[in-house]
Each structure stands twice: as C-alpha cells, then as structure tokens.
C-alpha cells in the first residue's frame, strides 16, 4: 500500500486563486554560523553541534526530523533575538563554530591517491533520505571516518526527490509505504557551478533519447558529496522520475539509475575536472562506470583496447555485499542492447564482447547480465564484507574462474566497522575520554585504551546504562501513544500495553531489515514458552522489535504483520512491541538503551551486518547466530552466540532447534545473570560481560580499522601498481600488454614433452618420503620464466567437491631452446588419500594476482 504526498504549486479551489511565496528565512548576524553549521554535515557527528541544534528547541528539532536547516527555518525573529541575547548560547555556538573551522582547516596529507567512491545509497543523517539500510549506512559511516582521517577522498551517488518510504502500519499491521517529497531547500545540498557560474550538468543516452542531470554537492565534513538529479525541466516527466525513488520503480528504471551512477557519475566528475587515482565500487550498482572509463582511455588517451582495459581494472576495487548470487543485480540482453549498444562503436568492440563482461557463458543469450560479474571484470582487486561472507564470495564468484579452487581466489574481505563518534551515546563518549585518556580520539584501533573500561567501577557503567534505557523507554511510550492513536487503536489496549512498559525489565532489541532470511519471527515459534519467558514478574523481559521489508517483500512484510499483531495478544502486551518507521535516529536510541542486541539469521547470508557493532560501543551485549561479523567478534564473557554450523539440511528443522537454543540460552544464562544483582543492585557477572564487550570488541569494529585496512590491502596495492604502470608514459603497461599478447598467441601451441612423477596408481607414498617430480614443456617462442608449473593437492569431499589441501611450485631448472624443465622436491607434512594434478599459469611480476590472466592449462 504506497501513499505519494505530492509539492504542490499554485492551488485554485472554490474560485480563489493562490500564488506561491518563498519568504527566504534570514538569520541575525550574530547567528549567521548557525547556517554554515547546519550546511556541512560534520554537525550530525559532532555531540557539542547536535546539543547546540537541539537546545534551540528540542521539541521542534525532533518535529523538523533533527534536521537543523529546517529548525533555523522555522526560527522566529523573537526566537533569534531571544538566542542572541543568551550569553550561554551564543559561548557554546562560538566554540563549536571555532571547533568546525579548526577541523576544515586542516591541510590533508600530501602524496595520498584520491580515492573516487560510488554507491547507490548514502545513509548520513535521517533527514537526509538517501538510504535505505545497511549498505547506505555503511557508506555514510565511510565518508565520515575518510573525514576525521583526511583522507583523499570524493564521493558519488544519487539525490533522490522521494528517498525510500516511509512506514506506517496499519491497524491490522499492514506496512504501509509512504513517499513523502523532499524539500531541497532544506537539505545541506548546493549547486555544482562551472567557471561560468553555470549548473554543471550531464548527459547520458537512453534508448535513443538524451537525459539530463544536474550536479549538487553535499559536504560531510571534509569530504564532498556529489549528487545527480534527473528531476529537472530538460527532461520528460518519465526521465525526472528516474531519480526519484532510491530502488524504486521496475527493473528497467533501476538499469537506467544503474547507467546514470555509472557512467553519469564519471561525465560529472570530468565534467567538474575531478580525475580520481582510484575507483571504489560499494556495490555492482555503479559497475557501468568501468566502460565509461574505458572509453575515456580510449579517448583522451589513445591507447589502445586492451591496455586502457588493464589500467581501468589496475585502478579499481569492487566491494560485494550480497551473499546469494539472487541478490546481484542482473538484466536481459534485450533490455539492455536498447541502452549501451551505442558503446560498441564507442570502444570499437563487438556487442558480443561487450556483454560478456557481464556473463560466464558468453554466447549464452539466455543469460541475464551481471552487474558484479561486470565489476569483477573490469576491477583488479575484489572483497567481500567479513571474514567468512569473503569465503561465501569466492565460492560465489567461481565459476569465473573454474580452474581454480574457490580458496584460491583474489577475493579477499575487510570486515565493515561503524563510525564511533555517530552511533556512541554522549554518556559513553564522556566516560570514554575521561577514562581512555587524550591519544584514544585518533586511534581508536588501540586495544590498550579499550582495556582501560577495566577500571571503572560497576555503579558507573550500569548508571549509564539505566540513563540509556530510560531515554529509549520513554521515547518508546511517547511514539507508541501517537502511532496507536493515529491508527484508531482501542484506549483501553493503548494504556495497557504503555502501562506494562516496565524500566527494570530487560530489555532486548531486534531491528533491521524485514527480510525473511533474518527470521524475525523466530522467536514465536514457541508462544507459550516465550510467554512464560516476558511474563516473569520479578524477572521481566521485553522485546523491542522494528524495521522495514522491500515493497515487493510479501514475505517480509508478511512477518511485520504477524509480530505487530502479536503485540496485542493478551500475553505480549508491553512485552512485545513494534515500533514503526524504523531509521537512523531510532537505531542510536536502540542500540545505545537496549540491553541485549538480537540477531537471528539464516546461516551464512548476513554478509556482515553493523548493527550489532554500535551496540557494542554502547556496552550492549550481542546475542546473535555465528554469521557476518559476529564469526568474528564474538568472545565468550562478551555476549552470548549459536552455532555458526546448522545441525539439519531441513529449514524448519533448524528454525525449531535454534528457537529452542535461544530460549534456553535466555532461560538459563542471560535473563538469570542479569538480574544476579547484589546489594547495591548492580549484577557484578553482567558488569563483566559489559567490560568484556567493550574492551574486546569494541576496537576491532570502529570505522577506522576498516578505513585502514582499505588503505594497507587495497589502495595502497593498487596505487602503488597503477604508478608503476602508468609511468613514462605507459611504458610497463605497454610492456605487460605485450607479454600477455605474446604468451597468449603462444598459449594453445604448448606442449607437454615428458612428465615425470611418483607412482600412486601402484604404491603408497610413506609418510616422511620425499615427493618427486619433473616436467618438460616445449614453449616454442616463449621463455621458460614465462611459465610457471605447480602440483595442486585435494582431498575429494564428494563426487563433485574437491577441497584444496595445498600446492606446491616447481622450480626451473632448465631451459635448452624451446624446451624447459620444471622440477619439485619435497615431504608431505599429512598422511592421508588425496588427488594431485599438474597445472602450468602465465608467470610475470607485474601481475597482481592470477585471475588477473587466468589461462590455465592441466598437464
């Protein structure tokens, strides 16, 4: 069920005629910075601005959606004087204002490579709508810590008219999506203007028609933002709305906001004179602006095809986010000739090698093409999110490269982090400097500082955390009565269910994403058990559940119905809630008052998540399935864990046992040490679980770490070769161009002249006895450093799996014309039965890895 509020323009109703008026709000001098404060996102980061904003009004601050620009618009001139007239005021205004011209002023570190960074979704602050979940959470927390760290850094995306919905529910729990127009006056954004003072703007093709947009720019902190907008008068009707709905509209309106991130991004950023050294990829979404980049090799450079092909790939990094190959974008070949046919003859290659970027059967016309396929094509180094999603991602990705083993993929992972200083509460934030001391701000990575949380007494941290619960409580029973109230619900139930709100109950969050993966329904699998859980009386519980499922998710939205209509159930009344419109103001007073951070999903498709991460930061503890980051972040003492492995292949099998796992874990450990209180009312065990978390876990999930192991993984490498590359005018491409040219011509005319091995068809090799082999090649034009030969040992698992056990090179040992001998000499280190095989690669030290030129041959 979708509402649209429309702007509306001039209105004749009834014979009366009506004309717009912008009456252009204006701030005293005095309150001048409070604008430029309000026009930088640095503010929505910074608690000393965000106390400032909101002691102005703190009622009309959370009416105008903590959105300060809209506070000031609403500023009377009584108010403003009233404010100038503060002493108070006007010191802390001072001093924040000194604060953020300090930091703008700092210069960055000379010889860093500008990093160009491209996602579809930018969560940066609730008022503005350019998110939907965690992707665009992620990326905003990015730009904020590449702020703090001054890092090279610009950033592209789209500025969306409508964002994503808002939610309403129902009365009888249906998710209603509600698309409300944003005021762009009200928004931190400015027009991009070239040296003619006119509106950058630029063009793409579609389907034989030319849409325009416009270029703003938003500033967080120190780094820009640039935004396209197709909502413009060049464009038809159907054109502006391209940019209205983030993931809105059918799949062809999601090739063309896929086409204009892409290749519209790059045009923007010519356009402005912006050359990035390097290109980010959060996401396949923006994997167009690899042919886009391509063409302009092709161009501007005159290179040739396939070296402006290696240095676009030798200077871009594709991050994945999605553990299932269902949630990759992908499209029809029908749909999209209509729309990039016209770079065949831009980069003078043929339709069928232009869509085999995007396939792996490239004559297969059946095919859908994919986005991250495309990206992976056309970017050198790969990652996934965590750990073990970077695992997920190379069996995934495979079949790219079928003559490798999964294991021995380039795809590597950087775990994700949250921004510290958005999602910390301000509480923390005190304890934490004061305790930590002056070095934590700017290495917050440091485990010697986190340990320090050792030192502070019990009654400090449960102070704090009673202060946090206390703030989300009652925020919870305030929204509760206006959304109950709105809806037409009963009295008698809205005073019920506020009435059992209880502040010394324990409280327990669930929220995020409505997808059905992440099973939030879980927890009713038993109602009776999980009613005998809630309605302890001198132990209480509540859950607190929200989040939004996709439009086109019946199943999603089919479990917000069930769990808000359970929240009426005589049992759950105040016990169980749902909280509407989940958002990013919503989530810090969760993941800063809940006790305890839920997290239930279906083994192994949570790529990482990073709500469970802020939780941390505000000494919650997770309680979550061995998925995403918590494979890795978990420490017993420091929140509780199930399995990562399921016990059964059956689905309701296992829902059944890990909602009996979750029950007895809350029976049995976490509801009895929470309330093991002494005689000072604190529980001395929960107080360790608390410091645990913090100390242990904290460091290893803030933004910086994940902003430094960008940096020493992938910007670095990838700097460094593509300097390498690019130097005296391309000369080492020019040179790898024609070796690849060369071993690949050469490739098909190798020949196997002898092999040599030990005998395993007829005898056992005795554990401690040396493994034997030689190989001879006939390369013909090739040297024999060209070639490298190696002995690769599985473990079969199944008639179709193979698991990697290890390889082993051969050295060259001779070359006599065009034959060459390889030869290895080693001791297992395993007794077993395993499989062996030879298999020879391109050898050459400008290769990053070896995908990169993946001929492979068995022998």
């Known amino acids: 069920m979708t509402q649209v509020h429309h702007m509306v323009g001039n209105l004749t109703e009834n014979g009366a005629k009506l004309k717009r008026i912008f009456i252009e709000p204006k701030l005293p001098e005095g309150l001048a910075p409070l604008h430029e404060l309000a026009s930088n996102l640095w503010w929505s980061w910074n608690h000393d601005a965000i106390e400032l904003f909101r002691s102005i009004d703190p009622e009309l ?71 939907s979940g965690g992707l665009g959470v992620l990326a905003g927390d990015y730009l904020k810590e590449a702020s703090d760290r001054n890092v090279n850094l610009i950033a592209v995306g789209l500025l969306y008219r409508y964002g994503y919905f808002q939610q309403l529910i129902s009365l009888h729990g249906e998710q209603i999506h509600q698309l409300d127009a944003a005021k762009f006056t009200q928004l931190p954004v400015q027009p991009v203007r070239d040296e003619h003072d006119e509106w950058i703007k630029v063009h793409v093709n579609f389907a034989g028609r030319t849409v325009w947009a416009k270029v ?42 896929e086409i204009l991130l892409g290749i519209g991004g790059v045009r923007a950023l010519k356009a402005m004179k912006i050359d990035p050294d390097l290109y980010h990829l959060n996401e396949g979404h923006a994997a167009f602006l690899g042919l886009e980049r391509l063409r302009n090799y092709l161009q501007s450079k005159q290179l040739p095809y396939e070296q402006a092909l290696e240095i676009v790939r030798a200077t871009q990094l594709f991050t994945t986010h999605t553990p299932v190959p269902a949630g990759h974008d992908a499209f029809p070949e029908s749909l999209l000739r209509d729309y990039l046919f016209e770079f065949t003859y831009a980069l003078d290659i043929s339709w069928e090698d232009l869509v085999a970027f995007g396939r792996i059967h490239a004559d297969d016309e059946q095919e859908l093409f994919s986005m991250s396929h495309l990206a992976i094509r056309t970017s050198q180094e790969v990652n996934g999110v965590s750990r073990l999603h970077g695992a997920v991602s190379q069996k995934m990705f495979n079949e790219l490269y079928p003559e490798y083993n999964h294991e021995e993929l380039h795809v590597g992972y950087v775990t994700n982090g949250v921004h510290f200083p958005t999602w910390v509460a301000g509480e923390w934030l005190q304890l934490y400097l004061k305790t930590f001391g002056k070095g934590f701000w700017d290495d917050q990575t440091n485990h010697a500082y986190w340990e320090k949380i050792r030192q502070v007494p019990g009654e400090s941290i449960m102070s704090i955390r009673q202060t946090l619960k206390k703030r989300l409580l009652d925020w919870v029973r305030r929204h509760l009565r206006e959304d109950f109230t709105r809806r037409g619900e009963n009295p008698r139930t809205i005073f019920e269910i506020i009435n059992a709100i209880r502040e010394d109950a324990l409280v327990i969050g669930f929220a995020r994403r409505f997808a059905t993966y992440k099973r939030a329904t879980l927890l009713f699998s038993n109602e009776e058990r999980l009613a005998e859980i809630v309605n302890n009386a001198d132990r209480p519980v509540l859950f607190l559940f929200a989040g939004k499922a996709h439009p086109a998710d019946q199943g999603g939205q089919e479990f917000i119905r069930f769990i808000y209509n359970t929240t ?11 909280l509407e419109n989940y958002g990013m103001e919503m989530a810090k007073l969760l993941v800063q008052g809940v006790d305890i951070w839920l997290n239930n999903p279906t083994r192994p498709k949570e790529a990482s998540g990073t709500s469970g991460m802020k939780a941390v930061m505000n000494g919650v503890m997770n309680f979550s399935v061995l998925d995403g980051w918590w494979c890795e972040g978990y420490k017993p003492g420091a929140g509780w864990a199930l399995p990562e492995q399921d016990t059964y292949a059956d689905p309701g099998l296992q829902n059944e046992l890990d909602a009996e796992t979750i029950y007895n874990i809350l029976e049995n450990e976490i509801i009895p040490t929470y309330f093991d209180k002494n005689e000072t009312g604190v529980s001395e065990n929960w107080v360790s679980h608390i410091k645990n978390t913090i100390a242990q876990i904290a460091p290893e999930f803030v933004m910086k770490r994940m902003l430094d192991d960008y940096r020493s993984r992938y910007y670095d490498k990838l700097w460094d070769r593509s300097q390498q590359l690019k130097k005296h005018n391309f000369n080492k491409l020019q040179e790898l161009d024609e070796w690849k040219t060369r071993v690949r011509r050469a490739w098909d005319g190798i020949e196997l002249e002898e092999l040599n091995a030990p005998d395993t068809f007829n005898r056992s090799l005795p554990l401690g006895t040396h493994f034997k082999a030689s190989i001879t090649l006939q390369l013909h034009d090739l040297h024999a450093s060209d070639i490298g030969v190696e002995v690769v040992f599985f473990r079969r698992l199944s008639e179709t799996q193979l698991e990697l056990v290890g390889t082993q090179e051969l050295t060259q040992v001779k070359q006599k014309g065009a034959a060459a001998t390889y030869s290895c000499d080693f001791t297992p280190q395993t007794a077993g039965v395993f499989e062996f095989g030879f298999r020879m690669f391109p050898k050459h030290p400008l290769l990053p890895h070896r995908q990169d030129f993946a001929l492979v041959r068995w022998l």
């Open 61 to 131: 601050f959370e009416k105008s959606n903590y959105n300060p620009l809209a506070l000031l618009d609403e500023l009377s001139i009584e108010k403003a004087s009233e404010l100038l007239k503060n002493k108070e005021f006007t010191a802390r205004l001072k001093s924040v204002y000194n604060d953020f011209k300090v930091y703008l002023g700092v210069s960055p570190e000379k010889g860093q490579p500008q990093i160009g960074y491209f996602c579809m979704e930018y969560g940066l602050h609730q008022s503005v709508r350019l998110y």
């Open 216 to 257: 703003w720019q938003l500033n967080v902190g120190r780094i820009p933002l640039y935004l396209l907008d197709t909502d413009i008068d060049d464009n038809t009707w159907e054109d502006r709305s391209i940019s209205h709905q983030l993931y809105g509209g059918d799949t062809e309106n999601r090739l063309r906001q």
């Open 568 to 578: 009426t159930n005589p049992d759950f009344k105040g016990k169980v809630i749902f």
